[in-house]
């Protein structure tokens, strides 16, 4: 059963730098999307970064340019790096991973500027969170 757990959250000052980290396990195969989302109230969450297997990669408009997702060679790690950040990105960030089809739903949903609630994502990390202040 893979299991999904999120590091790396804490508090910054707006233009500051995090790096969140995904431990993954419990894989018997190369995951086929995995992705960064963020809850924006206590009922929305909105995908943030996603990659496939093949490494294509998918942002939502709002990061783009600001974040990156990226994970090592074995998939046991999927980072996300958030620079210039700013007060609209303070959110409880969730790690998911999901069957391929659910990346190209989130990059249908990135290239069409909506939010993505991230439906098709089967399992989940319990969540880090990022506050941005001065």
């Known amino acids: 059963q893979v299991q999904l757990v999120e590091s790396g959250g804490g508090s910054v000052q707006p233009g500051g730098s995090l790096r969140l980290a995904c431990s993954i396990s419990?894989?018997?195969?190369?995951?086929?999307?995995m992705a960064w989302f963020r809850r924006i109230s206590e009922k929305e969450r909105e995908g943030v970064a996603a990659?496939?297997?093949?490494?294509?990669?998918s942002y939502a408009d709002s990061v783009k340019g600001r974040f990156a997702i990226s994970h090592d060679n074995s998939w046991n790690t999927l980072w996300l790096q958030m620079n210039t950040l700013k007060s609209e990105d303070a959110a409880m960030y969730y790690c998911?991973?999901?069957?391929?089809?659910?990346?190209?739903?989130?990059?249908?949903?990135?290239?069409?500027?909506?939010?993505?609630?991230?439906?098709?994502?089967?399992?989940w990390g319990q969540g880090t969170q990022v506050t941005v202040s001065s």
């Open positions: 998911a991973a999901g069957p391929r089809a659910a990346c190209r739903t989130f990059e249908a949903h990135a290239e069409a500027r909506a939010r993505y609630n991230g439906k098709d994502f089967d399992t």
């Open positions: 990659v496939d297997s093949s490494g294509e990669t």
């Open positions: 419990g894989i018997t195969e190369i995951p086929r999307c």
